[in-house]
């Protein structure tokens, strides 16, 4: 239908095809496919051009996208190791850039505010990032849970003095572990480790960090003391 020239060379076109519009330069060209309610990329006289076409650049991006169905990612990532580059991932989201500060992530809600996400916190230099998980509603919304740079895991806390700390509330069980009722195969739970004087398998104590129950690991069992003799 019309062809944009500048210096005597083709700059743009607008046409149809097939009952639709077709409006591009070069190679990158769009459909507008009436048939099936979409817009398709399309190459040079309308040729096939399936994932070569980038929406917006790393430095000129467009602002906000709104969608009412599924967004479709079907990116192949098929390596050996960890993936170490934001282009070998299919979703690359921005950090924060301040020490303890959160991120923009992955937010879910009813109404006008979050009432669940998974967002980053910067933890230092070096682009060290934790992953936090947050809960709640569209009044309030809480952090739950956090893994750390180190890999970490805190529950309803942000201390890491050790791989798992689930800090509990008032009057409530901070840990339940409930086995299979069957016969002869409801097992509880299995701790293995401990090697000698020096470690523990199980070290059980107070709120004041005094010492109620110590299994030591040369198997000498405590009660009241972290120095068991026997």
Known sequence: LFEFMKDGTTVGTVGTGSDDLYIGTGDTTIRF???????????TAGATRDGAIDLGLSNNRFKDLYLSGTAHLTKTIDEATLPSTPVNHVITLQPPTTTARYG???????????????NTVDAGSGGALHL??????????AERLRLDTSGN???NGTNATAKLVVDGAANS???RFNSSTTTGQAFGARIRAGTNSSDYAVLVENTS??????????????????????
Request: net charge negative; glycine share 16%.
């Open 104 to 118: 923009g992530g992955i937010s879910w809600s009813e109404g006008s505010n979050t009432a669940a996400s998974i």
């Open 173 to 175: 069980y901070t840990a």
């Open 153 to 155: 895991l805190l529950v």
């Open 209 to 230: 960090a005094s010492t109620m129950f110590a299994v030591r690991g040369d198997g000498n069992v405590g009660i009241g003391t972290s120095s068991p003799d026997a």
């Open 132 to 141: 936090a998980f947050s809960t709640g509603s569209n009044s309030a919304i």
């Open 33 to 43: 496919a009436d048939g099936n309610d979409a817009i398709i990329p399309r190459g």
